[in-house]
């Protein structure tokens, strides 16, 4: 247990005051934070899971809003999408598990949204069960600590849950904290560049660091991924508008909101398919759920 140890003596020390790790949090707030953060930075989530925990402290009180409501205060996290699977994941809660969040793994994995990491990560954060919570941080911290490779794999196999599984403490809400130690130090010190090995518990015991960390050289800098002018940006203009507007939003102003006609028709037709936008009378749309949605 020497690397889970290190880890959590470390976590304990130095871990970010983030309020979805804070005692009283609610399973419902865990699992929030969980969808909020895929794909998008802690500094932008905090205040939106703030706000959102704040006028929906429970899955009930989601449930009795429509869709709607759920997308408008997402705001500019980006991908949208996850707002509908929350609103749908809590109305599947006050159905099958009378508005609470359960935790059993499986009833977690048969909820909306959530798959293999989500509920695992729920289950462990929000009910401190022995489950291995492996994102691309922790791949990336066991392949050098354990492994001596210089970065784990594309995606989380079966054979990664076994080796974190093996790192954690037998009791589980040690485990637990293991598993949030885990990523924590991947993210913040064990980076894919310029990790900081000085700063690291694990430097001592760390076989890729004791290995003079073998392809750990100058890695190639990917450019970021461009988004001004994408389909996803014009998408993202149509859908502000449609949250920014209490009522309908007529098609000749979403027409004005990007001057490539294919484009915006496009970023449109792919609104509608994903159930972010509606279309109730001709040539005027809105949010999902709302009252002037309806033909």
């Known amino acids: ?24 949090t609610s399973a419902w707030g865990v699992l929030v934070s969980e969808i909020m953060l895929q794909q998008t930075p802690v500094v932008r989530v905090v205040p939106v899971w703030s706000e959102w925990l704040r006028r929906w402290p429970t899955p009930s009180a989601l449930a009795k809003e429509p869709a709607g409501e759920a997308i408008r205060a ?32 499986g009833c977690l994995l048969a909820l909306p949204g959530v798959g293999s990491y989500t509920a695992r990560a729920v289950a462990a954060f929000a009910f401190r069960q022995r489950h291995p919570v492996v994102d691309t941080n922790v791949r990336r911290l066991v ?42 130090l991947g993210a913040m010190v064990c980076t894919t ?11 001592s015991v760390c076989v890729w660091q004791r290995a003079g ?9 990917r450019r970021p991924q461009g988004y001004v002018g994408t389909d996803r940006h014009v998408r993202g203009l149509l859908l502000a508008l449609a949250r920014e507007t209490r009522g309908p939003v007529a098609r000749e102003t979403l027409d004005a909101a990007w001057p490539d006609a ?17 279309e109730g009378t001709p040539d005027r749309y809105g949010l999902p759920g709302m009252r002037h949605d309806s033909p």
Do not use: K
């Open 213 to 221: 960390r073998p392809g750990g050289g100058a890695l190639p800098v």
């Open 143 to 184: 392949a050098r600590a354990v492994a001596g490779r210089a970065g784990g794999g594309p995606a989380t196999s079966a054979a990664d849950l076994a080796s974190v599984s093996e790192l954690l403490p037998p009791t589980p809400a040690r485990a637990a904290r293991a598993s949030a130690a885990f990523m924590e």
């Open 1 to 24: 247990m020497r690397l889970a140890d290190r880890a959590i003596r470390w976590y304990e020390a130095t871990a970010r005051d983030l309020p979805w790790r804070h005692a009283d």
């Open 262 to 278: 294919e484009q915006r028709v496009r970023a449109l037709t792919g609104l509608l398919h994903d159930g972010l936008l509606v």
């Open 74 to 105: 997402w705001g500019r996290l980006g991908y949208p999408r996850r707002a509908l699977r929350l609103h749908e994941c809590a109305c599947v809660l006050v159905l099958r598990h009378g508005g609470d969040v359960p935790p059993d793994l």
């Open 193 to 203: 560049r310029n990790p900081s090995c000085g700063d690291c518990p694990l430097r």
